[in-house]
Each structure stands twice: as structure tokens, then as C-alpha cells.
């Protein structure tokens, strides 16, 4: 009975301690999923600002190119 004692308290510590590992992960998971959502808000924003800038860039060519040619 005591061996089987001890096997129950072992088998208990050890699926405390996956439970414990178990929330750790998840919670990790969590702020690298926030991370990366934010990764990739910042980068859909820079993709835009760099379009916007590509779009006034070629006006302001067209502009010079205009006005050369007069």
C-alpha cells in the first residue's frame, strides 16, 4: 500500500507540474500571438505609408517632367 502511495504522489506531482508547464505555454502562446498581431498591424501601416509616399513620389516626377517640358 505504501509503494502504491508513493507512485499516487509521484503521479500527482508530476501532472501538477504538466498543468503548471501546460498554463506557462499557453500563456506564452498568447503574448506571441499579441506580438504578432501588432507585427503585422505595424507592417499592413508602413505598406500603406510606403504606397502613399510611392504615389506622391511619381506625382512630383510628373510635375518636374511637366515643367521641363515647357
Do not use: P, W
Not at 500571438?33 to 502613399?52: G, P, W, Y
Amino acid at each position: 500500500i505504501s509503494r502504491l502511495e508513493g507512485q499516487v504522489l509521484r503521479y500527482k506531482t508530476a501532472a501538477e507540474n504538466a498543468e503548471k508547464v501546460e498554463d506557462e505555454l499557453k500563456a506564452e502562446k498568447r503574448k506571441l500571438q499579441r506580438e504578432l498581431r501588432t507585427a503585422l498591424d505595424k507592417i499592413e501601416e508602413m505598406e500603406m505609408t510606403n504606397s502613399h509616399l510611392a504615389k506622391r513620389l511619381e506625382k512630383m516626377k510628373a510635375n518636374r517632367t511637366a515643367l521641363l517640358a515647357q
